[in-house]
């Protein structure tokens, strides 16, 4: 395995707009892009060492980025900084290796940000690509209505459940075709996510989106906490059977 730290991904090249690169033994593989949470307030790959060297292991090439975070930050450039971490990607992963295929996801925060590249084309197409273009996206305990910290940044209570255009659910329905998505959640996670991620589905199922491709799971635990079960462990598992498939 061999590990490069801190590439920066965007020509601004603020100090989070950085990468880390865990690439396996192997000159084929499956990518995937990882974004930490936090909140939008804090949180670093840094702190993902050991998951990203455990998916390498797994022959999963890993990708942990950082991106920008309140205060300095404001909506929507940290879902920004998400979009161009995964079209550096698509772009210059060819460096390193044979890619199979470009998974995206992330844990809270993250999965906010994955969830949001997921459903708003925009953020994509502004790189020339198309959630389509990714293989499958793995939502882990992301808010799916606007983020409580978008909202806080707005001046409004951040309990409100408000699904506008900052809001992951507000896109569902606008395109007729979505990539394979897990989304994962606890049994006790945060107040009103295990609900709002049971919303996501129903309203997936209410626009014709069925069968094995859109899946959520529901993990005895707590936030971004599972019982008797890791994150690597539920990612590489998802992606190796999604290879198959390929």
């Given at each position: ?26 000159d ?6 990882f ?9 670093s790959?840094d ?42 990607v ?10 199979t ?63 506008d255009?900052?809001?992951p ?5 606008t ?6 998505m897990?989304?994962?959640v ?61």
């Amino acid at each position: 395995m061999k590990v490069i730290n801190n590439i920066a991904y965007c020509e601004e090249n603020h100090e989070r707009q950085k990468l880390d690169i865990y690439v396996p033994n192997a000159d084929t593989f499956p990518v995937f892009v990882f974004f930490h949470g936090g909140g939008i307030v804090n949180g670093s790959k840094d702190g993902f060492v050991q998951f990203g060297k455990t998916l390498a292991n797994q022959g999963i090439c890993t990708v942990c980025a950082n991106y920008r975070l309140y205060p300095s930050a404001s909506y929507p450039e940290f879902i920004l900084d998400a979009a161009s971490a995964v079209a550096w990607v698509k772009k210059n992963i060819s460096q390193y290796g044979k890619c199979t295929g470009i998974y995206v996801g992330g844990s809270s925060a993250g999965a906010y940000l994955s969830m949001m590249l997921a459903f708003d084309n925009k953020y994509l197409e502004a790189h020339k690509m198309s959630p389509m273009d990714i293989s499958g996206f793995i939502h882990d305990a992301g808010q799916p209505t606007a983020h409580f910290n978008v909202l806080k940044e707005r001046g409004i209570d951040s309990r409100r459940v408000i699904i506008d255009e900052s809001a992951p659910l507000f896109h569902i329905g606008t395109h007729e075709v979505l990539p394979p998505m897990l989304f994962l959640v606890a049994t006790d996670d945060m107040k009103n996510r295990l609900e709002q991620t049971h919303l996501v589905m129903s309203t997936l199922r209410h626009f014709g989106f069925e069968g094995d491709d859109w899946e959520e799971r529901v993990i005895e635990g707590t936030h971004v906490n599972y019982a008797n079960t890791n994150q690597a462990e539920i990612i590489a598992n998802y992606i190796q059977e999604r290879q198959k498939g390929l």
